[in-house]
């Protein structure tokens, strides 16, 4: 493709973009930390369901200095059903990390931005272009695909070599002044015309540029990976009640798919167990106590990304042992009314909503 092509193109998508842009909370701003937060919540979670966690967590954390300020579970809570949580942590780390280092300025290099924890390459292209206008490509799933088909890329879009060469298709095409509504414009149609399924190639202002369309490939591209089927588990949770009513809980270590987050005590059923006796052994190795299994409360079905599980959970009484926090972080005795001050996850909310509720039951 030539420069002049290039030109021709990165013009099309401004002026597109000018006149199609998203009305989005975070295009209001040019503060590196609020464009910072808002793709950080972009990542793997749709732009409808970020607008209030953005607004919110922006309202309680309102700049690097107070997120950095902020103690981990308080962070998680304003994070909380959101998912993702490591994107929570990193960003919590970071903040520290730039008061540390940055005295509270958001680093404007490449490699000073790429060094933080939970900022990668996208992440980073973003942060320079639309808030510091800085020449910088931003290749995420939306331009990831737009790239394909516009240059008909046919190796598969997993592969490192597709990724490496749509880094350098998208570096090729960024303009001198824009940078950043340009990456925006891209994103845009990705999201808006060049869609996964049915790209709207009509409405699309570089049409007659693309070279899957000419082809009639735009339905085949990107070449992407099939999926196995999702494994299924089945999972227990314990509500476990002390004599004085009070509820015990417990906090996973920080590292994994909810780190940091609060739960019921309870685990993965393994072949040939019965649900009771899997609650028994997860509470007695996570906790160092024994429980009597009591009434089935409620069974919840949750879809993770590689994975699906059924959470069935029983309330339970505390017969021996003082908790200690064998494989969990904390764990605490409390109130039903005061299971809301804790981030739960969302299949663990479902307990909470089961127990609290006259019904016994809450929505799936
Ligand atoms: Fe996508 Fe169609 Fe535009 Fe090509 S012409 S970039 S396939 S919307």
Redesign the pocket.
Known sequence: MTAKISHDIAERILAWYARHQRDLPWRKSLDPYHIWVSEVMLQQTQVETVIPYYQRFLSCFPTVQALASASLPEVLKAWENMGYYARARNLHAAAKEIMKRFQGEIPQTWDDLTALPGIGDYTAGAILSVAFDQSAAAVDSNVRR?LC??FAVETPLHESRTQQHLWGLAWGLIPIKGTGRFNQGLMDLGAT??TPKK???VL?P??DC?R??KRRL?DVLPVTRKRGPIPHRQVTAAVIWNDCGRVLIARRPNQGLLGGLWKFPGGKQNPGESLATCLRRHVREELGIQVRVRRPITSVNHAYTHFRITLHAFHCAHRAGEPQPLTCADWRWTTLSRLKNFAFSKADRKIICAISSPKGACQD
Do not use: E
Request: overall charge positive.
């Open positions: 737009v088909r516009l015309v060049c790209p709207a190639c699309c570089i049409q693309c899957a369309y735009q």
